[in-house]
């Protein structure tokens, strides 16, 4: 990975959208100097004025249309339910050479959703930045949201290769890791590392709400570390959450019937006390977390949620 230096590497960066993760990538392009220009549009007008109170954008529009009107890099940080719409939108105004992103966590739908819209000359290149954390908002977002964390890009065919180096670049000097992958294999990827987890945690903490409804509010009262976890995954953004189980349906749901298979055989490991199989299980499993703090993804300091973190999972 290249190390952070102020280079501009794009003279006006649209973000549509003024989410975690634009707010994040606002911060870290102007921490490392690499945009001349950063502008801005969001739906709400809230987000809007708190965009330009907080200095995240140097202007932001009511439409996305007048956002990206210049610019040589447009960023989509909206759900990927919308994307389709706000390309249809921001089509016609796109600059000649200009690049398109994303940061959707779904890809396969992002480009039959986007692509059509997508004038000659612009480069679309999809991506996804593995970072988040459960909060929303323009105010969420800080510099190192990035650092050390893996942003995927998926270039269609025939690309052009300098157009995916130079967002390559961007997202290094950002602090990411940089990989490409299939569109098809992202999906299935991140329905295992991400979407199907999230779809766990909130399944789980839904029947902790059921159970605190009968238990006068022992579950959340003598929470554990692990349902801790569980909760701040849950409290991510539902649209965003909604939009990936609808548009990556199909990958989730094939992990979904594999951990169901998985699930069946634990149950009946525990319900005969094998044991055994439970240890072996649990001790191949427990590799996995070793090889995630190893690879630098986490850290094994034993806080258990007691001290405060500037990462985390809210974002798939």
């Not at 549009?41 to 708190?50: L, M, N």
């Not at 990927?80 to 000649?96: D, F, R, S, T």
């Not at 050390?148 to 270039?155: E, F, K, Q, S």
Request: charge should be negative; proline fraction near 4%.
């Amino acid at each position: 990975m290249t190390g952070p230096r102020e280079t501009v590497i794009f003279q006006r960066v649209a973000l549509i959208g003024l989410g975690l993760i634009a707010s994040s990538m606002a911060h870290a392009m102007r921490q490392y100097g690499l945009a001349g220009e950063i502008v801005g549009h969001a739906k709400s007008a809230e987000s809007r004025d708190i965009a330009l109170q907080i200095g995240l954008c140097d202007a932001v529009y009511a439409t996305a249309a007048e956002a990206v009107q210049g610019a040589d890099l447009v960023v989509l940080c909206v759900p990927v339910g919308v994307m389709g719409a706000i390309a249809a939108e921001i089509g016609p105004h796109l600059a000649p050479g200009a690049t398109v992103t994303d940061v959707g966590s779904v890809k396969g739908a992002v480009v039959e959703a986007v692509a059509p819209h997508m004038p000659s000359g612009v480069h679309f290149i999809p991506g996804h930045p593995i970072a988040g954390t459960e909060h929303s908002g323009p105010r969420s977002g800080f510099a190192t949201l990035f650092k050390n964390r893996w942003w995927l890009l998926t270039p269609l065919e025939g690309a052009d290769r300098a157009a995916v180096a130079r967002l390559r670049d961007l997202c290094e000097r950002m602090g990411a890791n940089v990989d490409e992958m299939d569109v098809a294999h992202h999906d299935l990827v991140l329905a295992v590392t991400s979407h199907t987890p999230h779809l766990i945690a909130y399944t789980m903490v839904g029947v902790a709400e059921h159970m605190r409804r009968v238990s006068n509010s022992e579950v959340i009262k003598y929470s554990a570390g692990g349902f801790r976890d569980l909760t701040r995954i849950a409290a991510s953004d539902p649209v965003m959450w909604r939009d990936v189980f609808l548009t990556n349906k199909d990958a989730v749901l094939d992990i979904l019937g594999r951990f169901t298979e998985e699930l069946f055989t634990l149950q009946r490991a525990i319900r005969m006390g094998d044991g055994e199989h439970l240890h072996a299980y649990f001790t191949r499993t427990r590799a996995i977390r070793r090889g995630i703090i190893e690879a630098g993804q986490d850290t094994s300091a034993p806080d258990f949620g007691r001290v405060p973190q500037g990462g985390g999972e809210g974002k798939g």
